[in-house]
């Protein structure tokens, strides 16, 4: 199985902050990988797909980037909603495997 | 709009089997694959597996083959994954998807709870 390594766990940061998540993928996966976001109790929401594509509808401070074997999420300036966990994962081979996630906390 | 709209909480004692459903809505259900994940409590993800869109072929996760069975009934738009042999560490939320670049459509969770 491809081992996605996420990378912090968890941060702080305060609103305005740049906040940049990695993802690192044990073999290549091409731009196979999407980020997703997660706040307590509901289901996730992607917030970007092949590696650096906006989903429609998420705002422009997200962003991705990467390919083969490491990704990054960045958002460029924290809102008080996007305090939430936020997960990669790689549907490039199966078993599609997950990052275990990085909680956004308020500063 | 698509909606995966799962069954409700389930609390099953060791060694019992739970019936989950996903039922879809707002979009062509024989054209996409299903997915099913789960999320232990403060977990990761974890695939389980997949079901076609004429639900005759599965693929599962090895930690799960002879124990998950994912069926599909295109008469009602439903997919159903049964688990057997429930023990403790099955205690998670379990979500379906609807696979396309990973997965934008998601059910809402069923929380199944494994206790004596």
């Known amino acids: 199985d491809i081992q996605m390594t996420q990378s912090p766990s968890s941060l702080s940061a305060s609103v305005g902050d740049r906040v940049t998540i990695t993802c690192r993928a044990s073999q290549g996966i091409r731009d196979d990988l999407g980020w997703y976001q997660q706040k307590p109790g509901k289901a996730p929401k992607r917030l970007i797909y092949g590696a650096s594509y906006l989903q429609s509808g998420v705002p422009s401070r997200f962003s991705g980037s990467g390919s083969g074997t490491e990704f990054t999420l960045t958002i460029s300036s924290l809102q008080p909603e996007d305090f939430a966990t936020y997960f990669c994962l790689q549907n490039n081979t199966y078993p599609w495997t997950f990052g275990q996630g990085t909680k956004v906390e308020i500063k | 709009q698509v909606q995966l709209v799962q069954s409700g909480a389930e609390v099953k004692e060791p060694g019992a089997s739970v019936k989950l459903s996903c039922k879809a809505s707002?979009?062509?259900?024989?054209?996409?694959?299903i997915h099913w994940v789960r999320q232990a409590p403060g977990q990761g993800f974890e695939w389980m597996g997949r079901v076609n869109p004429s639900g005759d072929i599965t693929a599962y996760a090895q930690k799960f083959q002879g124990r998950v069975t994912m069926t599909r009934d295109t008469s009602t738009s439903t997919v159903y994954m049964e688990v057997n042999s429930l023990t403790s560490e099955d205690t998670a939320m379990y979500y379906c998807a609807r696979q396309g670049y990973g997965y934008y459509y998601w059910g809402q969770g069923t929380l199944v709870t494994v206790s004596s």
């Open positions: 707002g979009d062509t259900f024989t054209s996409h694959y």
